[in-house]
């Protein structure tokens, strides 16, 4: 029995079933991207940096207080969780949403690249 898949795309023949995999974590992300979660001043953000719309993860600081503007944060590794900063202070209207694992795929470690050490997250 052949498996028949749906086509994205010009490819001739079926779409491979890792293809398919990764179509489905890019409309996530493009859904997750268009209709953010709010943050309600608890757990990780997604943190726009610069102006090409990239987002990174960040970690507010555990005595931050949830009201807080603008709001201490770490940015930390989508994957392993480590710090890539030291504390910066970022301004809510920064603040993408709630970090969700669809974002992962915007931001500098899944594209192989480093955050610059003099990183400013001012308005």
Sequence with gaps: MTAHFRRCGHGAGPLHPGDQKAVAEFTAMLTARQRPTPWTGRGDVAVRIGERGGLERGRPLTRQHPDADPVALVLIHPDTETALTST??????RIHGTWTTPYR?????????????NLSLEA
């Excluded at 910066?88 to 209207?93: G, V």
């Design 88 to 93: 910066l202070y970022c301004p809510r209207s």
């Design 105 to 117: 795929l915007l931001t500098h470690a899944h594209a192989g690249r480093t955050i610059t050490p």
